[in-house]
């Protein structure tokens, strides 16, 4: 499966901004899809992460109650709507696919990765 993650661009701080990560070749609608962030010169870092249905969904302290995932497996298509955006949340974004139906919050536990979006937030 490749996965395509689009969205990004520059947002000034407080702002929004919805990503979305389409899947192409065959279907993830039977797997948990991550999302992860890397900012510059740090290591990746887990965002959050949804369930094959989505009716299960983990994020990260960092983002809780400002990020939201959610996915249509008939679009074949996850999204990460980001809100109140602080400059620290600048990175380029990743999407990911996990072999089953749930994942957690770990690199290893994914196994198809999308090539990532720039993410700039200005103060």
């Known amino acids: 499966v490749q996965l395509q993650a689009s969205g990004g661009g520059l947002v000034q701080a407080g702002g929004s901004l919805k990503l979305s990560c389409a899947a192409s070749?065959?279907?993830?609608?039977?797997?948990?899809v991550g999302w992860f962030r890397q900012a510059p010169g740090k290591e990746r870092e887990f965002v959050g992460t949804?369930?094959?249905?989505?009716?299960?969904?983990y994020y990260a302290d960092s983002v809780k109650g400002r990020f939201t995932i959610s996915r249509e497996n008939a679009k074949n298509t996850v999204y990460l709507q980001m809100s109140s955006l602080k400059p620290e949340d600048t990175a380029v974004y990743y999407c990911?696919?996990?072999?089953?139906?749930?994942?957690?919050?770990?690199?290893?536990?994914?196994?198809?990765w999308g090539q990532g979006t720039l993410v700039t937030v200005s103060s």
């Open positions: 990911a696919s996990a072999p089953g139906a749930y994942s957690g919050s770990f690199v290893y536990q994914y196994n198809y």
């Open positions: 070749g065959r279907t993830f609608s039977n797997n948990a």
């Open positions: 949804i369930s094959w249905r989505g009716g299960s969904t």
